[in-house]
């Protein structure tokens, strides 16, 4: 006689809740690789030139880590089960991220970046599949947005919060800028008729006609 896992009918159970969290660590480590990167090359003694071949050739070692975890991962699922795999990836992109502090080469960085890699592959596809196989049918749909759309967030206010840094002013900028159109009055005769506000709105409507 086969027997199944019993299946839990609310969302909140703690497979999704461990599914979500795990997800949104896989992407805050990705985006905080992605913020760090070039400063942390910097760090070890690289030029700007340097550290932004490096950094590329980091992201591409990461990303062969991910295609060989996903294949790993999933072949040891199938065999070992899904939890296991679940925390198993967790454990190894935990390990690979502390290692990661103690680097001093490129090559150290990549290796370290690599198993970082092949730990984050496994979390979201053992997650996504635990949480169908124990959610009832009827709530698999929401959980899994669940899951999904607690790193989505993450990934929008990471993304807000880089460009709000780079739009920001940075040393040498201008910090303030006025004008005063009396002179121009006083010795051409010259004056606005139109507000800044009317100046915004034009500049709004002349956008608009360069989006269409």
């Not at 795990?22 to 690789?33: P, Q, S």
Request: charged letters at 20%; a positive charge; proline letters at 1%.
């Amino acid at each position: 006689m086969i027997q199944t896992q019993k299946q839990n009918s609310s969302i909140f159970n703690v497979m999704v809740i461990v599914a979500a969290l795990g997800y949104f660590v896989d992407i805050y480590d990705l985006l905080l690789f992605q913020i760090v990167r070039i400063p942390s090359l910097l760090s070890l003694g690289l030029t700007e030139d340097q550290a932004d071949k490096s950094g590329q050739f980091i992201i591409s070692i990461q990303m062969i880590g991910l295609l060989v975890g996903g294949i790993i991962w999933g072949i040891m699922a199938d065999k070992k089960g899904r939890l296991s795999v679940l925390f198993g990836s967790i454990v190894l992109y935990s390990i690979a991220n502390i290692f990661n502090g103690f680097v001093h080469t490129v090559n150290e960085y990549a290796l370290v970046r690599f198993f970082a890699g092949v730990g984050l592959a496994g979390e979201l596809g053992a997650g996504i599949t635990l949480v169908s196989e124990l959610v009832h049918k009827s709530k698999r749909g929401i959980s899994t947005s669940l899951v999904a759309g607690l790193a989505s967030d993450e990934l929008r206010v990471q993304v807000k919060r880089m460009i709000d840094s780079r739009a920001a002013k940075g040393p040498g900028d201008i910090e303030k800028v006025y004008a005063n159109p009396d002179k121009a009055k006083r010795l051409l005769g010259w004056q606005t008729n139109l507000k800044l506000e009317d100046g915004l709105r034009d500049a709004w409507r002349w956008q608009q006609k360069l989006a269409r």
